[in-house]
């Protein structure tokens, strides 16, 4: 009988396929992971015949063939709770972390239980007793305002049981985003609460899903850092997390295990693997208390993001009548097309009308810029200066994203003057007024 | 009296203001350039005393305090043809390269003319004669599709007259678009036509402009390319500029001199700014040829794009009804939200049937990603393969504004089925199937 990690032959009455066995949860489908990387899962009743090709290597001491090892002996063994080690609370929302093959497609959907998760990752129990729960089971491309509500109450309620910290596994597609909205949302917390992602699925070979649990796993339990951050890889090897700041980061790559970036400021700190220790490169960091969960999750609903482009037409605009608020993702340092000199171009005379009138309906413009890195200016060009006049407000260096559920949490919990005097100060890391990025720029 | 460059105190009725006194063009006009390094003008009638606090320095051998001074001694100097050189045509559209400040706002409008912008730069008179002409005098933010005609409409006249390459002045915010445009309407060209601008406005210490320029210059006489690409700084110090592909460049950073990055590839070449040297960096380029240069401007106007983002409803999809083409900026590897099995969610269910009206009318719609680098691949997850059957394109790995360009490009000049094809085939460069560029990511 072929082992898991064997090279096999597989034939069904289509086809004929050769890939390496993968362990399966799933008692009535074999599964076979393609040199592509990709996984596709069979019927148990369709395949007619399977041989092995070549015995797989005994096991290594690399990081995923290990997990894969484990993940056979140990998907049934029982949770036991240790008194000696703190309490984690892990809060599943779906994603790729809590992914396994979709038998439908052959590709991946959102389907692993809590349970099979943590026997996956047998290391996090030596870290902390370990209390899952599943929040929700989405892509996180479905997230919407209402959800950050259930999932704040789910992390009010776990902090409030006594949990050291608390781990939410999410979709990466939103996850920056929705680590911002988590930040405006708790308005305080006395433990850390981490958000971490898988780029790769937790099935294949270069899941990175397991090493950014672990080491936000180790975060909570050897730093004194409470607030809302994301804990995923820094570089493309295992051996670093990076703990980024929940306001400031983009994810800057589709798939790339270090696609999350920190912008215009540093990560907080480093998590480095395989010594499991932790290196501050923030200094102002909130820190554990001994008080309660503070939660606000109101959120307005109808808040748009528009970005500008070439070519534009002012309807895009307009179509945001009746919105309370609106983020521009302007270009550069925050411009819009609008009332250019040239008699050819009568339609760039309706764009400044067109914001205008959003504005007197008492809907909130606020510019961000679509360059991702460094701020918005208004006050450099006669374009900005004129878009300040309208009454659009500058978001200084927030991320389009970030201004975005600032400002639906502002209109949520407080009078739109407040909200937009709100805006524009610093409440969560999400404004760096030092500047001081100017060094952190990345290229190469 | 006080000479550029000299510390001075200027009182005005409503202000006193320390600063330095710049070379100004307009003789009613007093220039002080603040310690923000931000410039006011002062009508010369406003002002009630001007007194020097500090004399300059004597000329430095540093490269902006040097133009500075040959600002002064060289804007009335005559522009005279050399036989031994080749020539090279200047087409201004505007921007800040081609700006200085406005006295209405103390901001910076578009407006140099072609002979002070040469003025400014004598070098550019030893490496070619300089043909140079006033196309547009616009932002770049109010560039149309109509404009682009209009600029290769001249760039086929100056070629034809026998220029040895083409220099485009042209604002940062929409160039790297504005550069992927032409390179898809300038179907042959048999010279370099390259893109120019400033990320600092030309009468400040720190402009960038003109080595961008000069760089230019020098990289059009110096080597045998030929195709449309952008040259600006490759770094923070004025050492030396890059290349940049057409399709592939962003502007990253909303001021930084070096914010236009290659994504998914590398620079074309390195200009070395001081030894006046040329290192290609990528092999496959279009060379110089003897023929003519095709042009093809035709472009559609009914053409979209959408960023994804939290929270959306599914209106923001249907509003382009009755467009012919729509880039959606999806998230991760090309994703919206849709279908999530969810029953509070029913807002949901109607992204899809909102995706399939729009591709049942005749739009073509084609998915890239936010994440600006890496591409896109709606094979991997579920919510891919779905979008893939209502009809999506996956748009591999080109940039959204590439994307957008080319499609109403496509839709400009073949029928809705063929556009539909070539969307996904690499044209000018727009798509890189070797994906070598998993290592041209760019942390740190």
Redesign the interface.
Known sequence: MPNPSDKVQLKTKKETIEGLLMPSFDKDIILIKLDTG?NIGFNKKDVQKITVIEKANPPSKNLNQKKEHKETKETKQKIFHNPALPTISVLHTGG?IASKV?Y??G???ANFSPEELLALYPELKSIANINSELV???????????HFELLAKKIEQHIRSGATGIIIGMG???LA??AA?LAFIVEHTPVPIILVGSQRSSDRGSSDGGMNLICAAEFITKSDFAGVAICMH??ENDNNCNILPATKTY??????R??F?PINTTPIAIVHYQTKTIQFLQKDYPTRTNDKPIIKPKMQ?K?????????MFP??FS?FQGYKGLII?G????????Q???P??A??KKFYPALKSLINSGCIIVMT?Q???????L???????DLLSLGVIPGEDMLA?TA??KL?WLLGNYKPLDAKKLITQNLRGEINTQHQY?SQ????
């Open positions: 990709y790729t979709d439908r497609t590709g991946v959907v929700a089971k989405m892509w996180s491309d479905d997230l919407r305002f209402k990466t597609d939103n985003v929705a909205a820094e570089n994810k800057l790559h589709s798939s790339r270090d696609a970036q609903e808040v748009g993001l528009l970005k500008i482009h070439l070519n309807e895009q179509f993702e270009t550069g340092l925050g411009h819009t097309p609008g250019v000199p040239n050819e171009c339609i760039h810029t360059c991702i890195y460094g701020t918005v200016n006050n450099v060009y006669d374009k900005g200066r994203n975005f559920v639906a100017e720029f990345i290229p190469k």
